[in-house]
């Protein structure tokens, strides 16, 4: 229970929600997804702090240090969303306070289509939880997002 809840003392008190990060990358100037996704985990009971488009890399590791959120969700439409995500990942997690916090891609995430299975696999060795690509309905998404109450991540998306 946090110092603000404390203070009113009396009355029912309910457990804060918890806070999701939804994003794209620096060279992603899309915004239709980011509402989408906003809208998506917002249904699944989450608070939804929405960074826009063409976010920077220090934007991104601020507000994950700052909020600590319940997962990063980073959305690309165009197409870089492969190599973006891998710069991005390395940063995050180089940070130690950000070494367990679910960061999942999705989208466009290759130029050339969808991705192959090893590009896949080394978005998840870097350090990715799960890897959305645009082929997969939001069920995989949803799916993903209901392992984070019971305390699972890095499963098959």
Known sequence: MTEELRAYGGGVVTEPRRTVIVSSMASDSHTWNLVYLELLVGELGYDVVNLGACVPDELLE????????AMLVLSSVNGHGYQDGLRVIQRLRAFPELRALPVVIGGKLGVDGALTAAETAQL????FDAVFDDQQSSASFRRFAATLSAGVTQVEA
């Open 62 to 69: 601020s507000e994950c240090l700052s909020r600590r959120p």
């Open 124 to 127: 998840v060795l870097a350090g």
